[in-house]
Structure formats: C-alpha cells, structure tokens
C-alpha cells in the first residue's frame, strides 16, 4: 500500500527517473536479475537495455522452463523496437515460448509474424509451423491461410472449399 501511494503521487518523468535508478542500482550489485532489469530499464525508457536484458531474461526463463514468463520477457523485448536483424528471431522465440505455454493460437500469430524478413525455405517453415498451431487451437481457417502460400510455394495448390477437394479426389 506504501509503494501504491508513493508510485500514485510520482509524475511520469520521476517515475522515469526511480526506475532507472533502481536498474542502475541492481546492475552494480545484482547482474544475476536480469528479468528486474529488464522490467526497470523497459519503466525507464531505456530501449536498448530492456531489449538487451529482456531477452536475456527470456532466454534464462525457458531455460528455466517458465513458458509464460519468458513469453511475457520477449514481448516485452519486442516492445522496445529492435533493430530490424533481431525482429524475426525473437518472435520466433516468443512463439516457441507461447507453443509451449500452450497458447497455439498466439502462437501461430508469433511465428507468421517471424517470416518478416526470413528467408523463403525459413519463411515456409514458420507458416508450417503457424498452420499447426492454429489448427492445435481449433482456428481452423487461420491455420489453412497459414498453409496455403508454403503449399503454393512448393507448388501444391489447396482447394478453396469442400466441395472442390472432394471434386478434385473424384477427377484423380
């Protein structure tokens, strides 16, 4: 109740300025907690440290197998507008956190958003992989938009409705 009132009375740029000096402060005598600072470098505005240690906190929680946890710490990566090199890479990692959060359908949304910038056999297999997902989650249109274009890149065309797959099995 103390630190509600306190934080309700602060304006944003002291706000600011507390959380980045707690994260100064953890940096020199705690480096070991790097999901807190994350999370006051991410309150202070500082970007590229909360992208730095986000990630790192990220990648220590799915060491730790603490899914949604790490899913929260890539987000909050994410958040802080990485260079375009390091976009595609951490949706993957938030997508493979989210799959094994159990959350398939968030996570077919995170790999379809890791094709930015991959390469095409990479890109196919992000959508193969949001395609399952989405299907796992019952989503089964989105998993079937996934699926197309890695279909039609291998030259495989799908049947746009029921009724012509069904045709189609009777023509072959």
């Known amino acids: 109740r103390i630190r509600e009132v306190i934080t309700a009375n602060l304006s ?5 300025l507390r959380h980045l000096e707690l994260a100064r402060a953890l940096q020199l005598t705690d480096t070991d907690n790097v999901r807190a600072l994350a ?4 309150a202070a505005g500082e970007r590229d440290s909360a992208l730095e240690y986000g990630t ?19 987000d909050l990566a994410l958040q802080q507008e ?9 949706y993957r990692k938030l997508a493979d956190a989210l799959a094994k959060s159990g959350l398939a359908a968030a996570a077919g949304h995170a790999y379809l ?24 989650a019952g989503h089964v249109d989105d998993g079937i938009a996934a ?16 009724a012509r797959a069904v045709a189609l099995l009777l023509a072959r």
Do not use: K, N, W
């Open 12 to 16: 944003d740029d002291q706000r600011c």
């Open 39 to 42: 999370e006051h470098y991410a």
């Open 56 to 74: 790192a906190a990220g990648d220590r929680a799915m060491e730790a197998l603490a899914f949604a946890t790490a899913a929260r710490l890539y």
């Open 82 to 90: 990485p260079p375009a090199g390091q976009i595609a890479p951490l």
């Open 113 to 136: 958003e890791a094709t930015q910038g991959a390469t095409p056999e990479d890109t196919r297999s992000l959508q193969v992989l949001a395609a399952e997902r989405f299907l796992r």
């Open 147 to 162: 699926l197309r274009p890695a279909m039609e890149s291998l030259g495989i065309r799908l049947a746009r409705t029921p």
